[in-house]
């Protein structure tokens, strides 16, 4: 089945925000670029405790087409890719600022469980 395109018509522009980090990883993936900066695709894996590879290439793609995440390819043997936030990627994480800061005083009220962070990379991927 065809995934329907993500441009539109929208009711509004939390409708039109909504439809790009739409899907679990997304905002993880921009939260994750943002605290790290460069990260290659393994990197981003480790420090996305349950996400799959099929579904963290497919986010990364989405994001890109919008735009949101730069895809650099190194010719090197074995090839190297790396990902950063575009300007307009660092934009919606400003934007996400404030939702973040809700989320966290809900897990803070709801006394709820928060995911341990993967230990510090010691090595490259």
């Known amino acids: ?21 739409s899907g679990k990883w997304k905002g993880l993936i921009l939260w994750e670029l943002e605290a790290h900066g460069v990260r290659r695709f393994a990197e981003l894996r480790r420090g996305l405790p349950g996400v799959s590879e099929k579904m963290l290439t497919q986010h990364l793609r989405e994001l890109e087409e919008d735009g949101l995440v730069h895809r650099e390819v190194h010719a090197e ?18 934007a996400l600022g404030p939702l973040g800061a809700w989320g966290s005083e809900r897990i803070r009220r709801e006394a709820a469980d928060v995911v341990a962070p993967a230990p510090a990379d010691r090595t490259t991927a």
């Open 1 to 21: 089945m065809a995934k329907a395109p993500r441009r539109g018509p929208y009711i509004c522009g939390i409708d039109a925000a909504l439809d790009v980090v």
């Open 77 to 94: 043997v074995p090839p190297r890719v790396e990902y950063s936030l575009t300007e307009h990627g660092r934009t919606l994480n400003q």
